[in-house]
């Protein structure tokens, strides 16, 4: 059974840097995209970062240079830095798993796994 369990959320100001966290158990495709969306309220969830087993990343464009997006094999978790962070990153964040797809973008793959999200806003 797989579980995905995020952290690290939290509220910080325009500017600042928060890293997220997503505990991975039970994940039998290692070679998929492993990712981070986020939705705000009233607006639709998006792609933030994705990352393969190969170690291939794609970022929206709204956090290229800003978000880092990297897996610890080891601890089996995935990670989200993110820095300069902007009022408009606040959302609820989530880890998905095993995304696949014929798009060329993994951010808009299905992903067959969904964790239960993490606040993340920042203030002025």
């Known amino acids: 059974q797989v579980q995905l369990v995020e952290s690290g959320g939290g509220s910080v100001q325009a500017g600042g840097s928060l890293k997220l966290s997503c505990a991975a158990s039970?994940?039998?495709?290692?070679?998929?995209?492993m990712g981070w969306f986020r939705q705000a309220p009233g607006k639709e969830r998006e792609g933030v970062a994705a990352?393969?087993?190969?170690?291939?990343?794609v970022y929206a464009d709204s956090v290229k240079g800003r978000f880092t997006i990297s897996q610890d094999n080891a601890e089996n978790t995935l990670l989200l830095q993110m820095d300069s962070l902007q009022l408009n990153d606040t959302a609820m964040y989530y880890c998905a798993a095993e995304g696949a797809g014929r798009t060329k973008n993994p951010l808009r793959f299905e992903y067959n796994y969904w964790g239960q999200g993490t606040q993340v806003t920042v203030s002025s």
């Open positions: 990352i393969n087993g190969d170690g291939d990343v």
């Open positions: 039970g994940v039998a495709k290692r070679t998929a995209y």
